[in-house]
């Protein structure tokens, strides 16, 4: 069995690595033009689910690379008002399993780690322009340089703009959320740390605003200097995995603060789709203004050339197909709003599980299409249930962006927060439904 996956992002690498320990022919086609391509450096947090799908494809001493390559667990989930009044806060408890535990990694390291092993199977400068499907069965991907690639099944990994997703379902379309986002970076100082309280900095800290504005902060602390040595004091690692891998040259190695603050589209100028970096900053600055002064030092440090703006935008779920030998993965089939912050281990998830059923192929456990079909249905099921659990979080027709009933959702929404932070049992409760949320189910 030959597999072409097109696109080299989280989702599409995860499988190739599945699909080589398997031992079946795998090929990736990126269209950046180079391994240090599409290299962003924000934080991107990997849940139990999410860790547990790349455990089951990397080979092991890969995996332990990505875990020596994270950034130090966060200890607390909190949530303040914009004056930095903390309004309830959950332990976050380390469980002893490593892959059933929450991580931050950087997105640029973790695609580095992920290319780590795949040098001779990713081939970049590939942009996809289509496909043919032929009566046997087999799949000619096209690309932009003239080349093809002929295989026996095709995986659509390439993100919310996939050109296969639009030649192969062109009815599944995306929406606006209605929600716009700006994020950024300030260096991690001792002067930038004294602006976050003890569990804002040991932790993930949301602030939910008046007027639907809403503000997530993470601290990514490294435990490794630019030599590769392990720094003292933040925790153990493996000095000697981090020293021998490629992808650190490529990394973003030093300690920050990241922040993404986002409001209902209509909140923001007109012309704000135009503005670039510093202009993006003041603008975050301008509508906060009210905010906390140590909010508010925070954006002022940061640094402007880091600083970047996202239209959020979500699928809308499609009725089951027909499979076939071309088949989809990740934000290629369910692209949904970073409100859960699900999007990256749902694509990990969509990997594994394709992973296995392709391995089962293989073995003759299961005809090929009867399995692929079998992967899309589960696939659909609760890659559409996190698309309407993300959307929850971040859609610009809730009430709460509503100028006077907005400010009741939120007095209401405090109200039941500060509630639950002071009755143990229902902290208990709601710590634990928030867990099984993030476990996921075994594949």
Known sequence: MRVIVIGAGTGGLCLAHGLR??????SVHERD???????????????????RALSRCLPPELYRTFLATCARAPRHFSTYTEKFREVLTM???ERPA???????????TLRQVLLTGLEDVTH?????????QHPDGTVTAHFADGTTVDGDVLVAADGSNSVVRRQYLPHARLEDAGILAVGGKVALTPETRALLPDRAFHGISTVFAPGGQFL?????EFPWGRDGTVKTGIGGTDAALIAAWPGLLFDNTRDY??????????????DFGDR????????????????????????????ADTVFRVNIRTSVPVAPWRPSTVTLLGDAIHTMTPGRGIGANTALRDAALLTRTLTAVRDGRADLLTAIGEYETRMREYGYEAVAASKKQMNGADPIHRPVLGRAVLAGMRTGMRLVNHVPALKRKMAAAEQSFRLGDDE
């Open 257 to 270: 603060i990241m922040w993404g603050f986002s409001a209902a589209a209509d909140k923001f100028p007109a």
């Open 216 to 220: 997530i902060l993470h601290v990514m």
């Open 33 to 51: 033009r180079t391994r240090t391509g599409g290299l962003q450096g924000y934080r991107v947090g990997i849940s139990p689910s999410g860790s």
């Open 91 to 93: 332990d976050l408890v």
């Open 124 to 132: 970049f400068d590939r942009e996809c322009t289509g496909y043919d």
């Open 98 to 108: 490593p892959e059933d535990n929450e991580r931050s990694v950087s997105r640029m």
């Open 21 to 26: 320990r398997a031992g079946i022919d795998v």
């Open 276 to 303: 670039r970096g510093p202009a993006l900053l003041d603008q975050v600055r301008a509508m906060t203004g009210t905010w906390h002064p140590d909010l508010r030092r925070l954006f002022a440090r940061t640094e």
